[in-house]
Each structure stands twice: as structure tokens, then as C-alpha cells.
């Protein structure tokens, strides 16, 4: 590991990001989260933090240029940027994402100076999750892509996503890499001095030990990686054990779902031409499940606003409904007047009648940041995007199936927080969202990803209906346990068991162990910086 001042660390540096996309769906190679995170951590050590941030900034340009290379297709294909201009913006998008790795390279540099081990190999691990939850929850109101934790939904790490959530799920996920570093590192340091015997060979307490290259290390003072190695046993093997462990519990009756996935393309969804065809194709297709209880349309299933098509389509919809005792859960944009607002809404129709609006809206997507700048750049390309307003923190849980349920819509499904706020009283999970926007990329996988750890966060059934896919009934443990394929008009129909109880992190949140890593870090700045001075 004293070799990270070479120049191939940084060459290597995007790689690792590369290999950090993999570890995420659809490719699943799960093992290559740590992998990447043990490069980029060892490429940190030995380093200035001016290097260090450099090596960040390179694997996260490798990370998110291809994690996030969606991005394109959305604004060339459905955005109307043309190929200069698509390009130029999703280099953009994937250049300033990657400012955080960098930012948690040079604070790793920065609050260790005298690069101790015994600091290092938590201090890593702990800035990484704390940049992690300040771009997931705070920059530009949020943007948990890529959080390593998403890549664990099959390893026995999963086991805590229940107990600790994404962020301390993916603090063990940091912590192996850095052990492994560190476990590596004394096998170097272990090879190094047994070539070198010769050169304190015969001497007692490592007199001639000055001439050997690791110069002021004694073989008395080797440690063994052993301990190191049964700590991360201990981790992942408790890992394991807890995903045998069922936090919540059966509250009534199995409910037969239906998820509509219309397959609308989305250049040709808002075009006036195609709204009556587009409404007919949704009511034939739920009149041919009114054996349901629930049925579930995607996200802005209805192209018009709410009020165009309240009285003379839905209000004969939902009667039909209470007729065939079925409750509709449908996605519509609802404009209001004095002020003149617009809402990303779910309705729902039948026995329980109710509207949610949508809490956290997708930047660049549903509204304009850093205004007016953004405003004037995406006009200058002649991009049009919603303007819409976020809703109400506390508005009352919708009900369908005779249980209320919490209402998640699109994008805010990556947020851990929105989906216990209505618990314990919700009974299920239901995510409407449309990633047609993102064409046959790995966007829809990923995000598919990211739903499914809300079900396991809340240990509730997830319903997830869209438009172009992927449309699927998740349980409690996060397994897809229907799913319909990409990019075809159907209906989903499954099973679902009304849930109760919380695990602990539904309890909890996230904020406890955000608090954990601040002391975490303030207590090894102060033991780093005593070790320092006595050094």
C-alpha cells in the first residue's frame, strides 16, 4: 500500500468507479461495491489531500458517468436537447455528482494528518456515509443514486436494512472495504519484512532493522490482520442471521392487486390527439379486473389535469368501482386556482375517496433549482419541464382494500423517510412512477432497486405500478414476487398481506445513525490530533 503515490492509482481511479456502477442492477455483481470502495480508500492513504480529492473526483467521474448516463436519453430523446447539447449537459450532470467522492477524499486526508491506521480504518468508512446522506438528502434536494447500500439486497448484508437503513447498511458496506485495506496492508508490510530477514538477521529488538525498506518497523510490532478478519465474519454473519428475523406481523386478509402498465411511449403521451385513446385503453383495461380489490394506475396515467376530467370520466369510473367493490388507486395532475398551483397528485376512487399530493419533487424534473439559471439554460436549448408544487408534509394516509396505505410517487420511492412517515398505520406500500422517460436503459432497473429496500426499511408489501415498467408486487423481505415485463401493455396481478408492527428502523429513521457517524468523527479527529501532537 506505499506504493499509492504511483501514477496508475490514478488511471485505475475511474475503473473503480466503473466497477461500483456494476455492483448495482442490472448487472447485481454485488461484490464489486466493496472492491471499489477498498481501491479508492487505498489509493487516499500516503496522499495529500489535494491527491486525494483528485482520485475521488476520477472514480466519480467513472461512477456516475456511467451510473448515470440516463440521463442522456432523457433529455435527447423525450427533452428535445439535441446531441451537443444532451451530451454537454449529462457530462455536466455526472461531473458535478462526482465533486463528492473528491469532497470525501479530501476530508479523509484532512482529518487524519498523521494517516494513522487505527483511524483511518473507521474515518473512511464514517466521512463516506456522511457525504452520502448530505447528497441524498440535501443537495438539490436530494440525490441518493448510487448509495453503495442499494447493491446489498442480496448479500447477507441486507440483514440490517431493516435495523440501521441505507445509511447504515452502507456504513458496513464502507467498513469492509477499509478492513480489507487494512488487512491487505499487513500482509504487504508481513511479505516486506520476511524478504528483508537477511537484513536484521541474528539481531535481537530490530537494531538492524534501519536498513530494511520498511525503515522503523520492528517484526515485534507487526500486528496480525486476524482481529480484523473475525470482525468482519462477526458483521456479515450477523448480517445473515437477521434476515431470517420478520419484524412486522399479518393484520387481516389477502388482497388481490391489479397494476395497469399502459405502455404509453413518452413522446407520445401529452399529445392532445392520443388523450381520449389513452383514457379508453385504462378504463378497458381495469373493467377487465373489477374482480380486484385494488387496482393501481401509473404515474399521470390521466394526460389532463383533474378537473377536465372529473365529471364525465372518472366520476362514472368510480362508481363502477363501488359497484364491483374495488377501490381505484389513480395518478392524475391536479391544478388549482387562487393561487394558481399544480400538483403531481393520486386519487383514489371507490368505497374511500381521497387525494395525496406529492411531497418531494424531482429537480430539473418537476421544478427548476438554482433559479434563474437553470431556468435560463434549459430555455436557451429549449428544454420544457413541469413546474409544479410540492405538497403538504402531513396530509391523512389514502385508503384502498379497506387499509390505508402510503402513497409514494415516482422519485420520492429513493427516500427512506417518506416511506415511514405514515407508519404504523399504513398496511402497505404503493409507488406509482413513470420510467419511460429513461428508455431501455439501466435507469428503471436501478431504480426498481431502490423501491424494493422500502419495502424491507417499513417490512411492508411494496405495490409498484408504471408505465412502461417495471411494474411488480414486492414483499416485506424486498423479493419481486410478480413482475411484468418492460415495454408491454399489461396487467399485473398479484397477492398482497395487510402488515403491521415496525421494524427498528422504522422507529428510528435515519437520524440516529447520522448521529452515530457525527460523534464517530469527532472522536477520531480528537484521537488522530492527540496522536499527532505526541508523535
Known sequence: MHYSNSKYWDFGAPIAGILLTLSFAPFDYSCLAPVALAFLFACWQNNSAKQAALRGYLFGLGAFGSGVSWVYISMHDFGGAGV???????????????????????????????????????????????????????????????????????????????????????????????????????????????????????????????????????????????????????????????????WTHEIGQPLRVSMIQGNIAQDQKWRPENKITTLLKYKKMTEEHWDSNVIIWPETAIPAYLDQVKDAFLAPLGNNAKLHNTDLIISVPVQEQSPTRSFNAVITLGKEEGMYRKIHLLPFGEYLPLQPLSGFVLNLINIRLGNFTPGAVNQPLLKAGGYPFITLICYEDVFGDLSIRGLPDAAYLVNVTNDGWFGNSIEPHQHMQMARMRAMETGRFLLRATNTGMTAVVSPKGEIVNLAPLFQETALTGTIIPMGGMTPYANLGDKPVIWVMVILLLGLMGYGRFFNLKD
Open 84 to 246: 451537443l447539447e444532451a451530451t454537454l449537459l449529462t457530462t455536466l450532470f455526472s461531473a458535478f455528482w462526482a465533486l463528492f467522492p473528491a469532497l470525501t477524499g479530501y476530508l479523509a486526508v484532512k482529518t487524519n494528518p498523521a494517516n494513522k491506521g487505527s483511524v483511518r480504518i473507521m474515518l473512511m468508512p464514517v466521512i463516506w456515509i456522511l457525504v452520502e446522506y448530505f447528497r441524498g438528502y440535501w443537495v438539490l434536494n436530494g440525490f441518493p443514486w448510487l448509495h453503495v447500500a442499494y447493491s446489498q439486497l442480496e448479500t447477507p448484508l441486507a440483514g440490517y436494512i431493516p435495523v440501521l437503513g441505507v445509511y447504515g447498511t452502507g456504513f458496513i458496506v464502507a467498513l469492509t472495504a477499509s478492513v480489507a485495506v487494512e488487512v491487505l496492508r499487513m500482509a504487504a508490510r508481513a511479505e516486506i519484512l520476511f524478504r528483508t530477514k537477511p537484513a536484521f538477521s541474528g539481531i535481537r529488538g530490530g537494531s538492524g532493522f534501519a536498513n530494511a525498506p520498511l525503515r522503523g518497523i520492528r517484526p515485534g510490532r507487526l500486528k496480525s490482520p486476524l482481529p480484523l478478519i473475525m470482525v468482519l465474519a462477526v458483521l456479515w454473519g450477523a448480517g445473515g442471521l437477521l434476515r431470517n428475523v420478520t
